[in-house]
């Protein structure tokens, strides 16, 4: 306990005036050890200067100081204290209650520290300074007024502060002792109307004490009880008038805060955000219904208006940033300098772009990339044939694979637009080193994954020359460990062009006699005419179940090494690994390994690039898959197409490979009842009318 020396007048928000006389409680630690961290009598908090206040006889920090007699443990000073915080926490209740139930933070941190105080010094004082346990009250029917000495001594035993005090009877019951006289204190206007509501408050306890309960209980812990009750429901009821103030996107607004405070990634920063709103509603049952209300917020859906991008901060530095880079591609000037001066302020830009999007808000940064039908897309795409610099080209293909990652739509447009014939043209120079190589073709991969209709030019250039040099590299480029990744990259790059081509039913292996098919030129496209069904006999035995413009269909039945193209598209066949599966987009092109192996099984040229053992490896997986996949899993439909096409174009009548099970496997999916199954049954069905000899079931 500490009392003021001088009078003094706050000079600052943050410092308490006081008079002579005045009492404290320092309740917290000070930076500056001239000044201390105090709540006085009107439950006001704020700073004092520490040569003004000198410590109260007997106290220190609101601790009972250990006294040499211990006779005097059991005198007033111990029951001041206690005094003390309880009205401190009545004045930050009205004080609060006069502002609407508004709580300052400095005041939630006083009651807190308060609470601690009062325990603290509960469990700490010598059981003999404990309030005594009082007897049964009076009867109902007696009125404030008519209680004797006894009552008024069984009442709380803490005297609210600006009051006189009641006589104190002690546990022995034989001395009186009475707190310091009224005229310690020096009561302002508002002191008074504070000591006004007090006094009202303990004739209400006086009532509810006379008609309680016969059973003597320890009155400083129903007190605190009650004043823990008062606080929370004065809490909920302030939580509740601030659910309608909360904005509707505030927490996007405490996410931004994390984000530019921390400098950590958007995601990373809702996750801090969620985390301690819930470990806030968990500790806080109070707090849950606010904690909960900002959780539930939408503010992270930016899609719903074409300007939300600009209250973000990742959407305005996205947006500069692809500014400057424009200034940088529209300048011819410096672009033409030899000593290429702006090669630093380039790499600047592109490396804090390619940082933003991979660390920003992603519904933003979608936002701002489809501004003007997908402007900034663009211009990336032309700076990119303007760029010669490997380094900020290197740059720009990192960028562009983020922007890859983040939306379906992007690579839709990318696909488009001039881009995959930029990175074709480089994949055809083969004076660039392996780095640049590894680079290009990854990016054109992503490009190309999801399977998007390419504009018809873009075959000009990517024909059957690139498919050879994609080709001729897998079979080369395994042999090297230094080099096996970028084998990879064409593989993936050679089933990813794959998905532009479809692949025709078995049952088109032997087309109608009413129209004929010739072969034209050397893409292999194919063009229909009526005529002699003689002359084109050969030509019709090229198309059986794969579309006859597929080049590449084309080019591996005419190679003659496929080695490592074969064993590692069985390799990925049995893993049921798709390298094409990058990302995590919406619609999911389909399985480009599952594909390229229904193409390759449509023609015999093509099915007879695999060996006999591979075929029967083929099978052993086909049967597994059926007996496992369900009637509603839309592989098992591939699965059977590829089986047909094994028995049809493949050696499997000649082998005959686990003929049994995979009879079996058939037989049991003719037998189910799902109406998802119809469309698999009549592939069984189909099969058996053409091969009855083997589907004896």
Avoid at 88 to 108: D, F, K, M, Q, V
Avoid at 364 to 386: A, E, G, I, K, N
Avoid at 532 to 551: C, F, P, R, V, Y
Avoid at 558 to 571: A, D, H, M, S, V
């Amino acid at each position: 306990m500490l009392r003021s020396l001088y009078a003094y007048k706050g000079t600052h928000a943050r410092t308490l005036g006081f008079q002579v006389g005045d009492k404290f409680m320092e309740i917290g630690p000070s930076r500056d050890p001239n000044w201390l961290h105090v709540i006085n009598e009107r439950g006001s908090v704020g700073y004092v200067p520490k040569n003004y206040i000198s410590a109260d006889e007997g106290y220190v920090r609101g601790q009972p100081c250990q006294q040499e007699d211990p006779a005097q443990e059991s005198e007033a000073p111990p029951i001041d204290i206690l005094e003390f915080i309880d009205g401190c926490i009545e004045a930050i209740h009205l004080n609060a209650s006069e502002r609407g139930g508004n709580y300052t933070r400095g005041e939630h941190d006083a009651l807190h520290k308060l609470v601690e105080l009062r325990q603290d010094w509960y469990s700490k004082c010598p059981p003999s300074s404990h309030p005594t346990k009082r007897p049964a009250p009076p009867p109902p029917q007696r009125t404030t007024s008519q209680l004797s000495v006894d009552s008024v001594g069984s009442l709380p035993s803490p005297c609210l502060p600006g009051t006189p005090r009641s006589p104190s009877i002690s546990a022995s019951g034989s001395s009186i002792s009475l707190g310091p006289p009224p005229k310690e204190a020096t009561p302002t206007e508002s002191s008074a109307e504070t000591t006004t509501s007090f006094m009202a408050r303990g004739e209400s306890l006086v009532r509810d004490e006379s008609s309680g309960s016969s059973e003597g209980h320890d009155t400083s812990i129903g007190y605190e009880s009650e004043m823990r009750s008062d606080v929370d429901s004065v809490v909920q009821t302030s939580i509740k008038s601030l659910l309608s103030q909360v904005p509707k996107e505030y927490l996007r607004t405490l996410v931004e805060e994390v984000r530019s405070s921390t400098s950590i990634s958007y995601t990373t920063s809702h996750q801090v955000v969620e985390v301690v709103l819930n470990s806030l509603a968990t500790a806080l049952p109070v707090l849950q219904p606010l904690c909960l209300h900002i959780l539930s917020s939408k503010g992270d859906q930016v899609d719903g208006g074409a300007d939300k991008w600009q209250q973000s901060s990742d959407g305005r530095r996205l947006v500069e940033l692809l500014e400057k880079l424009r200034e940088c591609k529209d300048d011819e000037q410096q672009r033409s300098w030899a000593l290429h001066e702006d090669e630093h302020t380039i790499t600047t830009h592109l490396s804090d772009l390619l940082d933003l999007l991979n660390t920003g808000d992603l519904m933003v940064c979608r936002s701002v990339l489809s501004l003007d039908d997908f402007r900034p897309l663009l211009t990336l795409v032309q700076y990119y044939q303007m760029e010669t610099r490997w380094p900020l080209r290197k740059l720009l293909l990192q960028v562009f694979g983020a922007v890859c990652q983040m939306s379906a739509a992007n690579i839709s447009y990318l696909s488009a637009s001039v881009f995959p014939v930029e990175l074709t043209r480089e994949l055809l120079d083969s004076t660039y080193d392996q780095e640049r190589l590894r680079y290009t073709s990854l990016v054109l991969g992503m490009v190309l994954c999801m399977g998007d209709t390419l504009p018809y030019p873009h075959f000009c250039v990517m024909n059957e020359n690139f498919m050879n040099v994609l080709l001729d590299g897998i079979e080369q480029y395994h042999e090297d460990p230094d080099t096996e990744q970028l084998a990879e990259l064409y593989l993936a790059i050679v089933l990813a062009f794959n998905l532009q081509y479809t692949t025709l039913p078995p049952s088109a292996v032997n087309p109608p006699k009413s129209c004929e098919t010739t072969e034209e030129g050397e893409g292999g496209v194919k063009s229909q005419a009526n005529g002699d069904l003689e002359e084109n006999k050969d030509a019709t035995k090229t198309a059986m179940g794969a579309d006859s413009e597929n080049i590449i269909i084309k080019l591996l039945s005419k190679r003659e090494n496929t080695k490592y193209f074969t064993e590692k598209l069985l390799l990925l066949f049995n893993r049921e690994e798709d390298p094409l599966a990058m990302f995590d987009h919406e619609p999911r092109p389909p399985h480009s390994v599952l594909k390229m192996m229904r193409d390759m099984y449509s023609t015999r040229a093509t099915a007879s690039i695999f060996y006999t053992n591979d075929e029967c490896v083929l099978c052993d997986i086909i049967i597994r898959q059926l007996s496992d996949l369900p009637a509603d899993d839309k592989r098992r439909n591939e699965y059977l197409h590829l089986m047909e096409g094994v028995i049809v174009a493949g050696r499997w009548t000649e082998h005959q490979h686990r003929r049994k099970e995979l009879c079996s496997s058939c037989a049991n999916i003719l037998a189910e009842e799902e109406p998802a199954a119809v469309d698999d049954q009549k592939i069984i069905s189909s099969l058996m009318e053409s091969q009855p000899y083997f589907f004896h079931v």
